[in-house]
């Protein structure tokens, strides 16, 4: 029997070995849009990348997974800006080869106006001050020199010349509040506040501002769901002879004398099996990347407790999949996005939950977004027919699931199951007033906690977003502290953590890292290309 084991983990290891190719270029931890994205922008100049990913799976929040004939998205619901020829859609579609094919909805109307007569002012105010000006200045203080980039910000010069960072530190709540008075209207401003995770008052203006222009021209979602974003990616990294390898938990980064980055190992059964390469790329985030994956001594050194001194960890997420029985139109389903919530002070109501004990507090989430994405699918139908799924999104300290951290997924026991059953019939109640024909009609349902992004995603503290994107995190002095290059030499940043959370914000941390590595401004590039398509684009026409 003993024996038996042996040979099976021997396998497991020779056939990770035999899949690894020799020569690498570099190795990037993590296979989340950040690390592919990192992968696939090396891969294009010729080079020979490894990409691994501690889950079953690639794809990071961007995979996606099936249960009982149902497939749901974990952490895309819609995603802003696309539009053809724009910077945004080139990155993407260089990434993917333009394979990946993208359905817009729902363009974001103008109706704030009809809804709140009287309050045009502010309006207006709240939409003038929220056109992100100088938000370019954060990829390029990442790519410049770092004495250069540091002189810019401690000599000042940097908030005279961005608006963008005179707003990062201001809060959301303080700006909205002194726009108008009427307390509806705020909380409208504010909502949106879910998809980066800090409520109002911690909020940044500047990443709320990025996160409405963003959406402002529409919002899209990618035809045939999440997962095919990292398909598309994944044959553009193979054919430059690299490889995404899945099952592959990278344990360690392996440093040598000189405290260089040379490779890392990787558990394979109960050993260690050491692969290697003149560069190492981080896509795991700040935490797991410092505190996980440098020894003690190295994690001690100054210049890494000084950037984890900038970084929190993010708010822990919840996410709930139902798998319905019955066709969209059936069961009354549209392509869009509900957040849902009882009352206007956002700040009052999320701190109340917080503070509660977790039992009664999941008896009443506070604010739940609510996505539809087997009907914003045009595959859908035919991939899956009278099948639909709903998903929701909200937030949950780490703290009150971290007791069962440890134990297997899946098998948590009695307690964990009975307070994800509280969870599940709160929200559920919610969900049938705004579709009241589902009832009856669920064929599945599970929750995600904190802990189960520990599990996937590998969140340190469950986070849903990554490292926390406050106030903080939008100051000029963050931005030059946290670039691709860390105090490791031949150790990269790159992904959510780098830039800032969500698809277009992964891939800005890929960008502005592929930038560094490649000693060219990457940007530039697809700057030149936007231009090239609307040329061409006219000329055809
Ligand atoms: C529920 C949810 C909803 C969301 N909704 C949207 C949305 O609608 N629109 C949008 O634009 N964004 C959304 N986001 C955010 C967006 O999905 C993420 O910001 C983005 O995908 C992050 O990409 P990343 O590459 O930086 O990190 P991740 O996707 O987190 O990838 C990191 C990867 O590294 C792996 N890893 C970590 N440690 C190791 C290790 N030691 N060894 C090997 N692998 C390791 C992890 O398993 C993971 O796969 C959502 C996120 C969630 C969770
Ligand atoms: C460490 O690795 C770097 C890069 O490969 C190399 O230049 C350096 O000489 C190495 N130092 C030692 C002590 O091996």
Redesign the pocket.
Known sequence: RTDLIITEIDSAQNQFINRVPRDLDAIV?????????IAVLLAKVGKKVLV????DR??????TFSEKGFEFD???????DLVENKPQRCISDQLTNGQLQWDCKNRYAQELKKCFPGEEKAIDDFIRLTKVRGVWLMPVLKIILSPIAKFLVYSGLISRLSYFFCYGSRSLAEVVNSLTQNEDLRAVFCYIFG?YGNIPKEASFSMHSLLLCHYMPGAWYPKGGASEIAFHMIPIIEKAGGAVLVR????RILLNDSKEAIGVS?MKGHEEVHVHAPIVIS???VF?TYQ??LPKEVQAMPAIQKQLSFVKHGEG?L?VFLGLDGTKEELGLEAKNYWVFPENNLDALMEGYRKEEREEAVKSVPLIFI?LPSAKDPTWEQRKPVKSTLSL?SFAPYSWFEEWKDDKVKNRGADYKELKETLLNSLLEMVYQVFPKIKDRIKYMDAGTPVT?QH????PKGE???ADQGTARFSAEFCVSIRPQTPIKNLYL????LFS??????LA?AMVCGSVILKRNLYVDVLALCMKLKYGSKKAQ
């Open positions: 931890i993590g296979s989340g849009v950040g690390g592919l994205g691994l990913e501690q889950h690639a794809g990071g929040c961007c995979h974990v952490g895309i619901h819609y995603i802003g998809t592959a938990p990278v344990n990787v896509d795991a985030g797991n996980q994956l997420g996410s996505a999104v992004n996937y995603i590998a969140a849903i977003y990554g790159t992904g959510q953590d959370c969500g698809y277009a914000g992964a941390g």
